[in-house]
């Protein structure tokens, strides 16, 4: 298959549309080909958020590469806003933060989403204002003026994200954005996502973090050994199960008995009682949350 | 849809990075130290001048260092700064906004220049007052040894300066040509080097070939020569005398070989890394 058409079904360009997207890797010298992806196809809506999940290795950052263009695609095609993502014209709207970014070093915060900013065409005064926002935005500002080789994972994926943002895409791919990054520091990515959201945004996600991506993500897809397995609503994939858990404050072993008594003249029965935990995770929050973070240390 | 066309200020933007992240290297810090040094030091070295003048003998350490070291400095400087940008995946980031892949590799080139042409004006400069210094010295001592008029031309060291930078231009070229679509930064280096000995010495094998009367020598010999330039053609300033300052044309006639040696593999290097898997 080719090419998607420039045209989703309503007339209006999908913010990703992926049609029997194949890649091929040729491994070793005698020509032996690994597919990385398989026959993937699916489409983004503008305004979602859109997570990719899948294990290691099942195809997300090598889709994420052929949307970009960085590779070219064995078979199928891919389209951004209806453009071709082989073209440049695809990538003007579209913000991307890599898997564990790297950037150069020897430039400062600020230095880089400027060198970024400049590189999308942006310049005087409608670039200083723009990078002002949008390091603000990720909460970087007292820190913009630091070389990056001195900040710490978190701070990275937060400068990652004010160059992704500088030139305002309507389309943001963010690859595993808070991999390596602490419960507090992930929490506050998850806010700028939603906030991202609310500003208009299509956001393309790939996470380990399969609670984050449950709250974020309007719909997902699964991938797996370079094929998907699942796409859908997040509420229709992860949603009701027929059963029902209650939450009350802890009862005396005789009212739990009562209970069940209860249920059991009605022909139900009470599977599990147990004492609700708090999350770690939560644990950690409440004793790590720091205020502003544009103070933490660097590495 | 507006088409996004190639961009100069792009690749300036590009090539600017690159020299900034150059000038912050120590490798490329210690090259640059390394031939002031030599270029100021062949003072005390003049016993070692087998013979020849010794304002010529400066010049020619001056030339020399900057010929190695400048060399050495463009070939690593080419390959690192390059494969820098795949292997810590800055090239991701920035493939991944609206710049062609041939405004990358030209910004890459081109700083890369930006780095030589600044070794080469300081070597030059430094050679230069090295040689005014030392021959003011001279004619103090020897008033008669220097004759009036036959002095040092600065232009002439100028003007060595400015091949010297064509040369590694051209050498920045072709490794960058072979960094496209090289696997490791390492074949880059030693086929960089390789590079440079068959530039340097094409014109003695086909010498050897003529006198050999080798048909298939000839043969090699013609196809290795136009496909490599001949770094020969760059020893324009091999004398100090303004009597020997060489035509406007023959200068200008080196700097079209450069350049069309230099553009020539930096479209090739452009075609090689429009396919390149990031």
Redesign the interface.
Known sequence: MGAPGPEGAAGVPPAIEIRGLVKDFAVGLRGLRLRAVDHVSLTVRPGEVFGLLGPNGSGKSTTIKLLLGLLEPTAGGCAIFGVPSGRVEARRDVGYLPEAPNFYRFLTGRELVTFYGRLCGLAGSGLRSKLEEVVALVGLAGAADRRVGTYSKGMLQRIGLAQALVHDPRLLILDEPTAGVDPVGSAEMAELILALKARGKTVLITSHLLGQIEELCDRVAILDRGGLVAEGEVAELAGATGRLSFETEVLPPEEIAALRAWLESRGRRLEAVAPARRRLEEVFRTHVGRGPRDTEGGR | ????RFSA??AW??AG?TL??AS?QRFFQFLLLLALALTLGARWLRDFNFGAPELKFLADCGFGAMAFLGAALTIAATAQLFFSEVE???A?????????RAEFVLGKLLGVAALSAVFCALLTGLLSLTLAWREAELSRLLPDAVAPGGGVSHAMVALGGLMQWLRLLVLAAFTLLVATFAQSQLFSVVTGFLILVVCHLQHLAQDAYARAGSAAGLIASSLISSVFPDFQVFQLADSLAAADLPATGDVLRVIVYALSYAAAAAGLAVVSFR?R??
């Open positions: 849809m507006n088409a996004v200020l792009r933007l590009i990075n900034r992240e912050r810590n995946r800055t991701l980031t920035l493939l991944a906004k609206p710049v062609w396919r898997e990031i």
